[in-house]
């Protein structure tokens, strides 16, 4: 069996090193504000199925989720404008996986007690499940709950891959958040996997500091045997299968209960072919890993299997999972972000961050283009930054700009900030985001 290498291409050792950064990346996420929904109420039994790792969100700017980047496919929205997310770097154990028609779960009771864990957390207060149905959301004490997401992009099925939130953030919807590791401390995510109801799954999207603070959590849960944590089966001694019965009754990372599940659906009752047919499918069954050992690798190199008994190599939380449609430079898929667009063809083309004047706040500046072909009233609008706005008004005629001074509800950050215009509705009508590599000399603007 041949084992990972270490990395020889150009195209491997950026990958290394884009996990292992000297300075910590202080990525962009985008903020959404919504609400958390597990229950239609006009349609109760096409309503969700509540997990442990995912949840369907309904923002109050769709139009922020179609913005976010992604690798294919636009997301997807119900007739209500409720589409899905799903927690960065949490795997909860299934409670319901098809395999060609066939529903399989893994150890039923702590799976479902991961669910009911973030329902509760969420707020939903009391929740009953049809008997019939007994994923399906009967009746919600609390429904739905407001909250928000911090999102980099979407995945391949159209779902916004986020860190999760109850209750109200003090910056303005779309806000360019530039996520550090103690912010994730009050995310649902964490929590998920602090008191042990989930594995991690890191990937390769994830800075590394945020990852870091994150595994940090994994390894609490398990030193403390918390959660599903108290029966997993150690790492030395793994964990015997011998069919589908041994599978749905175990405790082993997702990830890979969902590349057994459909192995043994085909018929097989042991390992002794699972490195074989493993191989076979690099994109929907051996997943691209960089493992612990800075080598190049994927999931046949993780495991070893013999016979009915089957051992991780390494921790799920210490390998990156690389996307199948990874392209470098690390995007979040192939399609960038774009800016919203108005009707009012109104745009942010510079800002005056750092004046040479001071104090800087009252001669900072951001000024706006009218590119349409009407004179524009910016009564009732705003502008605002990721932590205050100030309304703004006068006239900008066609084709011409207009220089807006700020006043001191707008202090914008020498470093990085979000820019945002809102039109009477509270409509982004522009946004712009800088970081410390955009920022010109002191005393010139910022042009976006």
């Known amino acids: 069996m041949p084992f990972a290498r270490r990395p020889t291409t150009l195209k491997e050792r950026r990958l290394f090193a884009s996990i292992n950064p000297r300075e910590p990346a202080h990525m962009a996420y985008t903020l959404i504000k919504g609400s958390f929904h597990i229950h239609y109420p006009h349609i109760p039994l096409s309503g969700p199925e509540p997990d442990g790792d995912t949840i369907k969100f309904q923002p109050d700017n769709p139009q922020l989720v179609e913005r976010l980047p992604r690798p294919n496919r636009m997301p997807g929205f119900n007739q209500a404008g409720i589409t899905s997310i799903r927690f960065e770097g949490v795997d909860a154990l299934e409670t319901h996986f098809d395999v060609e028609d066939t529903e399989f779960h893994q150890h039923l009771p702590l799976a479902l007690a991961a669910r009911d864990a973030l329902m509760t957390r969420i707020g939903f207060g009391a929740i009953k499940y049809f008997d019939s149905h007994p994923y399906k959301v009967e009746t919600v004490e609390t429904h739905p709950v407001r909250g928000y997401i911090l999102s980099m992009g979407l995945d391949t099925y159209g779902r916004s891959v986020a860190f999760v939130y109850t209750g109200e953030h003090p910056s303005i919807d779309g806000s360019r958040i530039f996520m550090q590791p103690h912010m994730l401390d009050t995310s649902l995510n964490a929590f998920m996997l602090h008191q042990g109801h989930a594995y991690g799954a890191f990937y390769l999207g994830l800075p590394p500091e945020l990852r870091e603070h994150l595994r940090r959590s994994v390894r609490h849960a398990r030193d403390n045997r918390l959660g599903f944590w108290a029966q997993a089966p150690s790492m030395s001694t793994g964990i015997t299968l011998d069919g589908v019965d041994a599978l749905q009754n175990g405790i082993l990372w997702p990830k890979l209960f969902r590349r057994i599940a459909p192995y043994f659906q085909a018929g097989h009752t042991n390992f002794d072919a699972f490195d074989a047919w493993l191989r076979q499918d690099t994109r929907n069954r051996d997943d691209r890993l960089l493992l612990p050992t800075m080598e190049v690798g994927n999931l046949h190199d993780m495991i070893r299997a013999q016979g009915t008994t089957l051992r991780l190599m390494f921790a799920p939380e ?79 005629a066609r084709g011409e700009t207009l220089r807006i001074a700020l006043t001191s509800a707008v202090k914008l950050n020498n470093d990085r900030d979000t820019i945002t215009v809102l039109d009477p509705s509270e409509q982004i009508v522009d946004q712009v985001a800088y970081e410390p590599k955009d920022l010109p000399d002191e005393g010139v603007s910022v042009t976006f």
């Open 318 to 396: 210490d390998v990156v999972i690389v996307p199948d449609d990874y392209i470098l430079p690390a995007t979040v898929g192939g399609v960038l972000p774009s800016r919203p667009r108005h009707p009012s063809g109104v745009r942010i083309i510079c800002a005056l961050v750092n004046p040479i004047e001071r104090p800087e706040h009252g001669n900072e500046t951001v000024t706006l283009l009218n590119a349409s072909n009407q004179d524009v009233d910016l009564t009732g609008w705003q502008v605002a930054d990721a932590k205050g706005s100030q309304t703004i008004s006068g006239q900008i």
